[in-house]
């Protein structure tokens, strides 16, 4: 790109930190250091607040970068992401959003333990959030590199590693410092911004081909080098039966996952009812929707007027197809509207991934310190060292993620988080519904359930096409793939629901009715519920 691209671009990148580093420095002056503010705000968030919040959190670097150029590549297939990653919301809001406000305090584990032995249960479901948050994680890292890449050049590879760098380093400072509070207010302003951003270059898409959509969709599948393929289903995930399995097993972890994600499950706490956080899922779902209608949009509009071509040239996953739509709507290379586009819609995508990583590493940290050690460590230690702890375990998972993301540079982001959201719908997801609704689930068909889903979806993952044997692979200098899908939902989901049944069956301790009716009341009347 351009110096005056570079430019204005890194000016719109500097004011948006420096105006998020004022929210955590203001909300760090006036935190009180307990437990309850820097997990969950002091509970004082609105519902359409808490909704904005949601909807920052979920819209990541993977829906704006990461969709629009799967659809870019690959039309209708790539579609299917936007609508299952809305589809999901569905499932959040008729299943677990009101009963887990009503259950739980901090995290997924206050909600299975509520009912069970907590010590095993506890040290399950931290182990299993931490695993999903760095796997989502290593998405937004993917994600902000491929974007600076661009902006310096495309192929600076010393860049995308000090991008990466640089984010964990942010996001390390934001959760340490401004805890859920200031993580909320990120995520309100960059949901704002990335509204706007999308909106602007839908309506330009659209004013481009005078509200023919269908004369948009031509033009796309013209410039796709496929035809009509492009919009007919299989480009991607059509043929053989493995490329059948796959995207049902696609389908399968983006439907069920959103509910077992921890950084969107951390959300409903931030409000002070169950009435609250159903109604935050309700304006998050209005948010969402429209922006996955967006991308859509923003997808076939970069294959119309960029061309799957010169995407792919830009980067093979497509993680760029939305910024070279922004120069093409603004007037093209060199001109000044194409500069101020492109700057403007690579602030906001740099805005996203700032603010889902401090929402991701906050609730990842949060079941390190929660969950973890205050499972393991001495009686008699005061609340404040639990707060400490979490605010340690946000530099490591840092630490971890960027490692990760360095390795990981050339995945598309929408790729990666859809096995965060396999192993979410696998380890998390079984073991929350078990507990909310199945009077006789036991404490060894809880731990049973997160490690019968987390160890094979981690195992098959390894194994997979995704670390090894294709030239597209993690490694594809060598070959131990054995599970031929990309995604392990299609096995790991049902294997962590029959793990789950299997343990509370064979469990030689019979389940506790008294806590189960006390559970029970309490998530559906939200008695008691803190």
């Known amino acids: 790109m351009s110096g005056n691209h570079q430019t204005l671009a890194l000016l719109l990148f500097s004011a948006f930190i420096a105006v998020t580093l004022a929210i955590t420095t203001w909300v760090s002056r006036n935190r009180h250091g307990s437990a309850e503010e820097f997990y969950a705000g002091g509970r004082l968030f609105s519902p359409m607040e808490n909704g904005f919040a949601i909807a920052g959190d979920y819209m990541s670097a993977a829906s704006f970068l990461g969709i629009s150029g799967l659809i870019a590549l690959f039309g209708y297939d790539g579609m299917l992401y936007s609508v299952g990653f809305l589809v999901a919301w569905l499932v959040v809001l008729l299943l677990v959003a009101e009963l887990v406000r009503n259950c739980g305090r901090f995290t997924l584990a206050d909600v299975v333990a509520a009912r069970m032995t907590e010590r095993p249960v506890r040290i399950a479901a931290g182990i299993s959030s931490v695993t999903v948050s760095v796997l989502y994680l290593v998405a937004q890292m993917v994600g902000a590199g491929s974007l600076v890449a661009l902006l310096l050049g495309g192929t600076s590879n010393a860049a995308r590693s000090w991008t990466v760098i640089g984010v964990g380093a942010l996001m390390v400072i934001y959760v340490s410092f401004g805890g859920m509070r200031a993580t909320t207010w990120i995520q309100i302003v960059k ?37 009509l393929k492009f919009l007919s289903p299989g480009l991607k995930y059509g043929g053989s039966w493995t490329a059948r399995f796959d995207f049902i097993s696609l389908g399968l972890a983006l439907v069920l996952g959103t509910a077992g994600l921890p950084h969107i499950l951390s959300r409903f706490y931030t409000v002070p009812t169950a009435r609250a956080a159903r109604r935050s899922v309700v304006w998050s779902i209005g948010l969402i929707g429209s922006f996955y209608l967006m991308t859509i949009v923003l997808g076939f509009g970069a294959a119309a007027l960029v061309g799957s071509a010169d995407v792919r040239a830009s980067n093979p996953a497509g993680n760029t197809a939305v910024p070279l739509l922004a120069v093409v709507l603004g007037g093209g290379e060199g001109s000044a509207g194409g500069t101020i586009l492109f700057a403007v819609v690579a602030a906001v995508a740099f805005a996203t991934i700032l603010a889902v990583v401090a929402g991701i590493t906050l609730a990842s940290s949060a079941s390190v310190a929660h969950d973890l050690y205050a499972s393991l460590r001495r009686p008699g230690r005061k609340q404040h060292s639990e707060v400490t702890v979490a605010r340690v375990a946000a530099a490591g998972i840092g630490v971890a993620a960027i490692a990760l993301g360095l390795v990981a540079q050339d995945l598309n982001v929408a790729f990666l988080v859809a096995l965060a959201f396999a192993v979410a719908a696998s380890a998390n997801l ?25 160890i094979p979806a981690l195992l098959l993952v390894l194994l997979s ?9 993690l ?14 939902g299609l096995v790991s989901v049902p294997l962590g629901f029959l793990a789950g049944w299997i343990g509370t069956v064979t469990s030689p301790e019979p389940p506790d009715a008294a806590k189960h009716a006390e559970t029970e009341v309490r998530a559906l009347t939200g008695a008691g519920a803190v």
């Open 430 to 454: 079984p073991v929350l519904l078990y507990s909310l609704f199945w009077r006789n689930f036991t404490t060894r068909g809880a731990v049973w359930s997160v490690y019968g889903g987390l």
């Open 465 to 473: 096409p995704v670390v090894s044997g294709s030239p597209t692979s």
């Open 191 to 227: 949901a704002v911004l990335l509204m706007m951003g999308a909106t602007v270059l839908t309506v330009l898409v659209l004013v481009h081909f005078h509200g023919n959509v269908n004369g948009l969709l031509t033009s796309a599948a013209e410039r796709s080098g496929h035809g």
């Open 475 to 488: 490694f594809p200098g060598v070959d131990f793939q054995f599970f031929p899908l990309e995604n392990p």
